[in-house]
């Protein structure tokens, strides 16, 4: 995966995704090889873990780093600092403008929770408090027209008072202006005349979406983010051209495509899933043909655990969000997370009973067994105290595992109060894990009406190929899919994602007797638009445009997305997509039901190249086992001697009966008892589950 200088083609393809533990780096250069490199991340400044790594590829590929970003045509960059933003509670001091009579609805929050019936979990900090919430006169109706022109006198008195509040960023959110944003933009005007101050988010121009709360709490969560977020953009971006990057880099947003750090800058809170919803990248690129695309994808890092599934080549978007308490409405695949990775820590409560999760050990200190000074049991810890994991140097040398370390901390924190061996111990931390992992899994397969046994398991991230062949049986898939690079998954999917830019309009009329000509205008405004953002980041004739409607039966509340094939509107055409999904999702339809339009949707793509990879030469030969070693295979097999695989000797067409290890420079995959592992004509490992006998 690493080489020299002369081995790489310009110009290449860089991409970087920054996680909890690891930023992930993947070069592809012009002849298709790819190259994978990761260094430790730097929670206090994630940049640095972004220069890290492009310093170690550098000295790795013996190249000057002004060298290696000279060459770079393209550089794709997913990271978590918006998320971060958030959970860590760190954005700007914001103040907001609304309509008189809504100061509150931001706190009342509509009476939402996540789960209904917990009426006792207090609600998270409201990110504006009341007497930096200022109401303002003016009125839109609910027709779009002004019903009362905006009091800009309310206006400047509560600029004054944001300046003496020391206000650092303002959320516009008036009421109706999802029809008409006029008065958010008179308001932005005044407020920069009179606060002065450098951000402002309007509502209208965020997500104008029909819901004052839902609307409002974006709007705002953008304005706490976008200080921190857009100022680390821009000094990355400018660090990099200072360093010889030629073109400005892009940024993966939730929606799972990639932007611009300019189209961007005003909507940062695009980003809050930019990290993970690269795996929508990576998932096309394990597919041998688009449509015919079944996935389930369990990304398993350092922290946590990410489940997406693809199906028939599409990953399902939704405009609502929800972090960390906080409603989002903003186009983003759909995604649970889980907090259960390698560096998930194990831990006994009052009751002595074993939990796993969902608190993790992070890079710094990271498990017991890297060295740093941390002392409590990770899974990293329990699988190398099972003899999946080999002490030593693990992801390409970027740490080194400590057996007797891990052996220690499993001792004293879970053997000990268990009463159990500490081999005993480490079983129960893996088995409680992947029991967590079937649940989230099931969450979005199961529970959304897909058939597991339809459908093959990709198990990725660095952790994820150790785990993915139990839980692939457990979930009755078929096979299980696990990517030779899966600890850089979510790099490679920057590089294997296209630019894409949605635009939302709230359109309501009966899908009958809509009118075509306003159904049209409504569309051909949308298109104007991702059109032009198109053309401002290079696609001038590589852009594509996608329509999409939202629908409901008449007297539901949550609308159903259909794609318009062909971009043309039939009703007919639009029912019958539209039963087709409802039926997955709810388990019934409404025969002859009336269905109302309730949003129109338009979607702008600009194609990146992606192809694969020049194809290995075929296995030749029965390949022969690095070693053998004993290893903890689940309750019923116990421990074995297994044979373990370097990847590097394993090529397409490669067969092997399981259980075995495979490891690999960014990842160690298990194959359990009675499973088949081949390497497929895309040089991955295809587990076909229950296969042998």
Avoid at 545 to 552: A, C, F, G, P, V
Avoid at 598 to 617: I, K, N
Wanted: with cysteine.
């Amino acid at each position: 995966m690493t080489g020299s200088a002369s081995s790489i083609v310009a110009p290449w393809r860089i991409g970087v995704d920054v996680g909890g533990t690891f930023t992930d780096m993947v070069l592809r250069d012009a002849a298709g090889h790819v190259r994978i490199f990761k260094a430790p991340s730097i929670t206090v400044d994630p940049s640095e873990g972004v220069l890290n790594v492009l310093r170690l590829a550098a000295a790795e590929l013996d190249v000057p780093l002004s060298s290696l970003l000279r060459g770079c045509s393209l550089f794709v960059h997913g990271s978590t600092v918006a998320t971060n933003t958030i959970l860590e509670k760190k954005g700007a001091r914001v103040g907001m403008l609304t309509t008189e009579g809504f100061r509150d609805s931001l706190e009342i929050r509509r009476g939402f929770r996540e789960n209904q019936w917990d009426h006792r979990t207090p609600f998270p900090p409201v990110l504006v408090p009341r007497y930096l919430r200022q109401p303002v006169g003016g009125r839109i109706a609910a027709d779009g027209t002004e019903l009362t022109p905006l009091a800009s006198e309310d206006v400047a008195r509560a600029a004054a008072i944001f300046k003496e509040e020391e206000v650092e960023s303002v959320a516009v959110c008036l009421f109706n202006s999802f029809l008409d944003g006029k008065h958010e933009r008179e308001a932005r005007e005044a407020l920069a005349k009179s606060w002065g101050g450098d951000w402002i988010s309007l509502s209208s121009e965020i997500m104008p979406t029909m819901g004052e709360y839902e609307r409002g709490s974006t709007a705002v969560v953008n304005a706490y983010v976008a200080p921190k977020v857009t100022r680390y953009l821009r000094a990355l971006d400018e660090r990099l051209r200072e360093l010889g990057l030629q073109r400005s880099l892009l940024m993966l947003q939730s929606n799972g495509g990639a932007v611009s750090v300019t189209e961007v800058a005003s909507r940062p809170v695009m980003l809050v899933l930019s990290g993970p919803a690269a795996a929508v990248g990576a998932l096309r690129g394990c597919a041998p043909s688009k449509d015919a695309a079944n996935f389930i994808s369990m990304e398993i890092g350092g922290t946590s655990c990410d489940v997406m599934v693809m199906a028939r080549g599409d990953v399902p978007l939704s405009d609502e969000l929800v972090i960390d308490g906080y409603y989002l409405t903003t186009p983003s695949v759909e995604i649970h997370t889980v907090g259960a990775g390698g560096g998930t820590i194990a831990w006994v409560d009052g009751a002595g009973l074993l939990n796993v999760g969902p608190k993790g050990a992070g890079a710094q200190p990271g498990p017991a067994a890297y060295g740093l000074g941390g002392d409590e049991p990770t899974v990293t810890d329990a699988q190398l105290v099972l003899g999946r994991l080999r002490p030593g140097k693990l992801a390409g040398g970027a740490v080194t595992l400590d057996l007797d370390l891990a052996r220690r901390a499993i001792e004293t924190k879970l053997a000990r109060p268990l009463g159990l061996s500490i081999e005993k111990a480490a079983a129960g931390v893996i088995r409680l894990l992947e029991q967590n992992l079937l649940h989230a899994v099931e969450r979005l397969s199961i529970e959304r009406g897909h058939n597991p046994a339809s459908f093959t398991l990709v198990a990725a991230g660095g952790a994820g190929p150790m785990h993915g062949t139990a839980v692939a049986r457990a979930l009755g898939c078929e096979q299980a899919l696990l990517p030779r690079a899966a600890g850089a998954f979510c790099a490679m999917g920057t590089l294997q994602s296209d630019v894409r830019q949605d635009y939302l309009q709230v359109f309501v009329a009966d899908l009958d007797a809509v009118s075509r000509s306003a159904l049209e205008a409504g569309f051909g405004q949308l298109e104007t638009r991702a059109r032009d953002a198109l053309v401002r980041q290079g696609f001038a004739d590589k852009g594509a445009i996608q329509r999409e409607l939202d629908l409901r039966y008449a007297g539901q509340q949550w609308p159903v997305r259909v794609v318009l094939s062909a971009n043309r509107f039939d009703p007919a055409a639009v029912r019958e997509s539209f039963e087709a999904e409802h039926q997955r999702l709810f388990g019934h339809i409404q025969p002859g039901g009336r269905l109302q339009i309730t949003a129109l949707h338009v979607v702008g793509r600009g194609s990146l190249e992606w192809s694969l990879p020049p194809a290995r030469s075929p296995q030749q030969g029965a390949p022969v086992p690095r070693q053998k070693r004993p290893v903890w295979i689940d309750s019923t097999h116990g421990w074995q001697d297994i044979p373990v695989y370097d990847g590097e000797h394993l090529r397409p067409g490669c067969k092997l009966n399981g259980p075995l290890l495979i490891e690999e420079l960014t990842t160690t995959a298990f194959v359990g008892p009675q499973d088949l592992v081949e390497v497929n004509a895309a040089d991955d490992f295809l587990v076909h589950i229950g296969a042998v006998a």
